[in-house]
Nanobody
């Protein structure tokens, strides 16, 4: 079965850290571009960070300098280390593989996880 499964979300106080994990199965992880997206209540879903199969990373301006994306090919897992969290980072975070170049969450493309909730309290 082709899937991507997120974990690591939860409640955290502002200024704290969380590390999200996404474990992939059923497809060639090494050849895939992986990404993290998020959707806050009342907002559209959007791209947070991506890492290409070649290791090139991208970050949305809102998270630059605070979030770090990485991957472990041996474990078929991509991570999102989130530091200095802010209440505005509160959202459901989704992992996606080969979701395309769009900054929005277009679930017609790629493989998407079910999401993990991150709640940052002030």
């Amino acid at each position: 079965e082709v899937q991507a499964a997120e974990s690591g979300g939860g409640p955290v106080q502002a200024g704290g850290s969380l590390r999200l994990s996404c474990t992939a199965s059923g497809f060639t992880f090494d050849d895939s571009d992986m990404g993290w997206y998020r959707q806050a209540p009342g907002n559209e879903c959007g791209r947070v960070s991506t890492i290409s199969s070649r290791g090139t990373s991208y970050y949305a301006d809102a998270v630059k300098g605070r979030f770090t994306i990485s991957q472990d090919n041996a474990k078929n897992t991509v991570y999102l280390q989130m530091n200095s969290l802010k209440p505005e980072d509160t959202a459901v975070y989704y992992c996606a593989a080969d979701a395309g170049a769009s900054s929005s969450c277009d679930r017609r493309f790629g493989i998407w996880g079910q999401g993990t909730q991150v709640t940052v309290s002030s």
